[in-house]
């Protein structure tokens, strides 16, 4: 997978200490790769300082120049941000633009995955986003009809809890148009991931960009429980093997807020 240029290369040995897998030796003064599998996490392409290495699969994706080591990020802002950041059930009837949606979508393509798997899909709704929110409500309402036998006990504990909820978001939605499932927000983000630690880990990057953009959202939990409706994983074009990890409402905050939430300590082992 990997190929080094023998012209470029210096032989530093920048690539095989860095290489986790140790994949790559030092062979007459040049880098080798000396194994056939790779992960492709780009680190040996990504420290050559004469780009020597080239990952076959990558010839034509994007990179940038790091021009310098220096830290991007003021520690004290980015926790500043982090602390402010609010789940958003209020949303202005302003679109999410296109630029911005890239940027989004951009930073989850960067959000790492166990293994560089890069096993995460996407799926956006935005002009069908009012048939798919009925859809999804009545999924929910009927779920305890659908449930295939391996759902979990605790799964089930949680449907029952939330029956009569869903029940009344339904017909409210039919009644008056009350969304309480996605808050009226113009775009909805699913993530669908082989490992939902891959996809939450996409999702939490999208959430770092949508506020740096000034945007707002909100984790939608109910649409992973939904999900159990087979009919909803079509519906979202789910590909087989996947499963959604994460659906965020995406979309411009109606509220203010004048400070940050309050939050318990976290309970921390010292080992």
């Known amino acids: 997978m990997i190929k080094i240029d023998r012209e470029k290369c210096i032989g530093c040995g920048a690539c095989v200490r860095e290489c986790t897998m140790r994949l790559i030796s030092i062979v007459d003064g040049k880098a080798e790769m000396n194994e056939t599998y790779c992960m492709g996490c780009g680190h040996c392409f990504a420290v050559c300082p004469t780009g020597a290495v080239l990952i076959e699969g990558y010839e034509n994706a994007p990179y940038e120049e790091i021009k310098n080591s220096e830290r991007l990020l003021d520690p004290e802002k980015l926790l500043s941000a982090m602390k402010q950041r609010r789940s958003i059930r209020n949303f202005t009837d302003e679109k999410v633009t296109d630029e911005q949606m890239e940027k989004i979508l951009e930073a989850i393509k960067y959000a790492p995955t166990g293994r560089n798997t890069q096993k995460v899909e996407l799926t956006l709704i935005e002009d069908k986003l009012s048939d798919f929110t009925l859809y999804a409500m009545e999924a929910l309402n009927d779920l305890?009809?659908?449930?295939?036998?391996?759902?979990?006990?605790?799964?089930?504990?949680?449907?029952?809890?939330?029956?009569?909820?869903?029940?009344?978001?339904?017909t409210e939605y039919k009644e008056n148009g009350t969304d309480r499932l996605f808050f009226k927000a113009p775009s909805v983000l699913v993530i669908s991931a082989k490992s939902d630690v891959d996809g939450a880990i996409a999702a939490a990057y999208a959430e770092l960009m949508i506020n740096a953009l000034g945007l707002g959202c909100v984790y939608v939990g109910f649409v992973k429980i939904a999900s159990y409706d087979k009919r909803i994983k079509e519906y979202l074009k789910i590909r087989k093997g996947y499963e959604i990890a994460c659906t965020l409402a995406i979309g411009h905050s109606d509220v203010k807020f004048k400070r940050t939430a309050q939050r318990k300590d976290r309970k921390l082992t010292r080992l």
């Open 144 to 170: 305890p009809g659908n449930l295939p036998d391996e759902v979990p006990e605790n799964t089930k504990n949680v449907i029952k809890t939330y029956q009569s909820h869903w029940n009344r978001m339904l």
